[in-house]
């Protein structure tokens, strides 16, 4: 089974690490709140516990967070064009 | 109590046919001509390239994000008496867009968006499917992706799940705010991320693969 797991980049696992989480579903639900910053405290609470001692949470918290961000910094941004910014301006001034 | 979310918010436009008549309980604020332009200049014209880059997001052809921009903006206009003065204009100005893309757009688009959101909506509906549902990819399979895989894999999402992932994560509204500007509850704004975001893992998974990051998917 531990073929199955990702071994750890770095850090040294803590002896109590959890290698299963029981509350997958749960927790993935509750690190998007926390990324968008719609969670509250006591979830904010649990989760950093959870960062502490749980390695699919640490996993999936990674996960989502490049996730976010690849759509937050890595994609273009789509500037309006000059020209339609011309139109619109000269097309309301025609409408009073 | 959830059944209308948004019609206590009178700064916003009443949905369906997007913004005919401003609604009769809709308190009209009597601007002058000057005061309109004002207003357009200073609270809607500095949203144009977020409103274009959603647009262009949405119909993902240059051509069509211009018109649709051109639309909501002379709506916009016309209806600006509609529009409290200091209230989120940014929310105000993607709601007209939206309502103008799905009644307008949407209709004439090749995208067989509806059928799409029906079939991925019925497959992930079951709480099963939704509790039992994690992809299986790293961080590190997907952080060498470029923007441009980036923006294939979103563009390969059914309308209405790219559009939440653009609303978030790219232009930062809060869930609130998103209920308001799509028509629906916070609770359904949540779910719909939490399945727009499986299925984007998913094809980025898929990039992620096709460039060998991923370890086992041979034979
Ligand atoms: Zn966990």
């Known amino acids: ?96 | 109590m959830s059944d209308t979310p948004t019609r206590d918010e009178d700064q916003l436009l009443p949905d369906g046919d997007p913004i005919e008549q401003p609604s009769e309980d809709t308190p009209a604020r009597r601007y002058t001509d000057e005061q309109k332009y004002q207003v357009f200049n200073k609270e809607f014209m500095p949203h144009i390239d977020s409103m274009y880059n959603f647009a262009f997001r949405l119909t993902m052809d240059e051509d069509d994000a211009n018109d649709l921009v051109q639309d909501t903006y002379l709506k916009a206009f016309r209806f600006i008496s509609s529009f409290e003065q200091g209230t989120n204009a940014k929310a105000w100005l993607f709601r007209i867009l939206k309502n103008s893309f799905i009644n307008d757009y949407r209709k004439k688009s090749k995208e067989p968006a509806k059928v799409d959101y029906q079939d991925v909506e019925t497959t992930y509906n079951s709480e099963d499917a939704e509790s039992e549902h994690t992809v299986d990819l790293r961080a590190e399979s997907v952080s060498d992706l470029i923007g441009d895989e980036v923006a294939n894999a979103l563009n390969a999402l059914p309308v209405d799940f790219r559009t939440v992932i653009i609303l978030c994560d790219i232009e930062g509204f809060t869930y609130e705010e998103m209920a308001k500007i799509l028509d629906i509850p916070i609770g359904t704004v949540r779910s719909r991320l939490h399945r727009a975001r499986n299925l984007l893992k998913e094809k980025l998974r898929d990039y992620a693969s096709s460039m060998g990051y991923k370890e086992e998917n041979e034979e």
Do not use: W
């Not at chain 1, 579903?25 to 516990?49: F, H, N, R, S, Y």
């Not at chain 1, 959870?50 to 390695?55: F, I, V």
């Not at chain 1, 937050?72 to 097309?91: F, H, W």
């Open chain 1, 1 to 96: 089974m531990q073929t199955s797991l990702p071994s750890s980049s770095s850090s040294e696992l803590k002896p109590e690490m959890k290698h299963n989480c029981s509350h997958q579903a749960d927790c993935l639900k509750m690190i998007q709140l926390i990324l968008d910053g719609e969670a509250t405290e006591q979830q904010l609470a649990k989760l950093q516990a959870n960062l502490e001692s749980c390695k699919p949470c640490i996993e999936m918290y990674h996960l989502e967070k490049e996730v976010k961000e690849l759509l937050t910094k890595r994609m273009e941004k789509r500037c309006c064009p000059e020209q339609l910014v011309a139109t619109i301006k000269s097309r309301i001034l025609s409408f009073s």
